[in-house]
């Protein structure tokens, strides 16, 4: 058993099948990647996952425990952690005071925006985040304003503040959209080590082999909302219907 269960998950948005009979399992502890042509019905799944969608039908277990019709605070809660494929920071804020937020969360079990304003009197989540932001490499950043970040940075404050919550699962909607190489780079790097240093899964969605290939253990390919098979990379590498279908071979 895997510690995500998708059984016979489809979803149609009015005539359209964009998912249909997905299954899925996700080994713990292990680095899944879920690879598919545009308008395979990755994104959908992974809202499936997170309670931003409910399938039609099918089951999602997390853990041994359902998590459909489940709000997704309380997924989060459940300890799913999502990167979304836009990063989804405060660019107004500075780069501590973004980590803070999801420290909050984790403490009380929600954030309110004015808790930012007695910064003195917050001392344990102070501490919290600049540890977090420490084990990102970003301590000398913690000043700046995340709008001023690189975008590789952005994705680093990201990928640290869902960390921040001890997620079990981590999902990553294509982490590396839109980068430069080195930035690309630098992400996988920061998650090949958060993957040695903590008991984690990530499962990632990821339009480019050089990431899939550097990070993945399992690679499901989906096409047309239909898993057309599930294998190591190298078995992946060479399949003739992945050449086909996704390779444009
Ligand atoms: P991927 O992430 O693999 O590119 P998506 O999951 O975003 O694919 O989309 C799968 C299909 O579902 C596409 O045809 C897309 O246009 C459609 N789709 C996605 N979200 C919605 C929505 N909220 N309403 C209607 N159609 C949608
Ligand atoms: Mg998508």
């Known amino acids: ?21 997905v299954n899925l399992s996700v080994a713990e502890n292990t680095v899944h ?5 545009n308008g395979a019905g990755k994104s959908t799944l992974l809202n499936c996952l997170v309670g931003k969608l409910i399938p039609d039908t099918g089951s999602v277990m997390f853990d041994g425990q359902s998590v ?12 799913i952690s999502r990167v979304f494929q836009t990063p989804e920071i405060f660019g107004d804020l500075t780069v501590l005071e973004n980590m803070m937020i999801p420290c909050f969360a984790k403490r009380d079990g929600a954030f309110e925006m004015n808790a930012l304003a007695p910064v003195g009197k917050q001392r344990d989540i102070v501490d919290r985040a600049e540890h977090m932001l420490d084990d990102m490499n970003m301590s000398d950043k913690r000043h700046m304003h995340a709008a001023a970040l690189s975008r590789g940075d952005k994705r680093r404050l990201e990928i640290g503040m869902c960390l921040s919550q001890e997620p079990r699962l981590l999902l990553l909607d294509e982490p590396t959209a839109g980068m430069a190489r080195a930035d690309t780079n630098n992400t996988i790097d920061l998650l090949k080590e958060i993957k ?12 480019d082999m050089h990431v899939v290939f550097s990070l993945a253990e399992r690679i499901t390919v989906l096409a ?13 590498k060479g399949h003739p219907k992945v050449r086909e279908a996704y390779l444009g071979e």
């Open 1 to 21: 058993m895997g510690i995500l269960e998708v059984k016979n998950v489809s979803k149609n948005f009015g005539g359209l099948k964009a998912l249909s009979d």
């Open 68 to 79: 459909l019709g489940r709000h997704p605070y309380e997924i989060n809660q459940m300890g």
């Open 196 to 207: 040695e240093d903590r008991d984690i899964t990530i499962a990632i969605i990821e339009h």
């Open 224 to 236: 047309q909302g239909t898993p057309l098979v599930e294998d190591t990379p190298e078995n992946i």
């Open 33 to 37: 990647a879920i690879i598919g042509p």
